[in-house]
């Protein structure tokens, strides 16, 4: 199996922030990585795949980079509504997620 | 409108089983491949199976291989699972997801609520 670790587990900026999270994978994975939110209470809602492809509909605030085993995921303006808790997961091999990283406003 | 609404969950003894569903709208459902994806209470997310839009091709995490059976209905545009031999770690919210292309795995683009399993004497 593949292995995601996603860093920091958890964070807490301020409105209008940037902020970033990695996610590294237990071995070269090309760049098929997805990122997801999950809003407390909600089901996961896709927001970038393919490491850095935009979901439709998805605010251009959201970002993703990266292909082999590193990759990021960056909110440019952190907003109220992105408390969520995110996760990468990765299909080159079955489907893995990372634990997620839990996003807080100060 | 693309919808995915999951039935099914509930109480059930240690070793027993239990058969999920989901029915699909809104999309050309035998087109794509589809997941179910659990989250355990307080924990995160973990992909259990899927099917290719066929039917022809399923995958297990080894975590329910042997156990849990993954299938479709494509006249009628639903998605079972079903789960035997239940263990107490299976307890979790189950999603059914839908595959963002023709592939078989890749993203899960549309969630449904999910529907939630107990496992408990």
Known sequence: DIQLTQSPSSLSASVGDSITITCQASQDISDYLNWYQQRPGKAPRLLIYDASTLETGVPSRFSGSGSGTDFTFTISSLQPEDIATYYCQQYDSLPTFGPGTKVDIK | ?121
């Open chain 2, 1 to 121: 409108e693309v919808q995915l609404v999951e039935s099914g969950g509930g109480l059930v003894q240690p070793g027993g089983s239990l058969r999920l569903s989901c029915a699909a709208s809104g999309f050309t459902f035998n087109s794509y491949a589809m997941s179910w994806v659990r989250q355990a209470p307080g924990k995160g997310l973990e992909w259990v199976s899927a099917m290719s839009g066929s039917g022809g091709s399923t995958y297990y995490a080894d975590s329910v291989k042997g156990r849990f059976t993954i299938f479709r209905d494509n006249s009628k545009n639903a998605l079972f699972l079903q789960m035997n031999s239940l263990r107490a770690e299976d307890t979790a919210l189950y999603y059914c997801t839908k595959g963002l292309t023709l592939m078989a795995i890749d993203a899960f683009d549309i969630w449904g609520r999910g529907t939630m399993v107990i496992v408990s004497s």
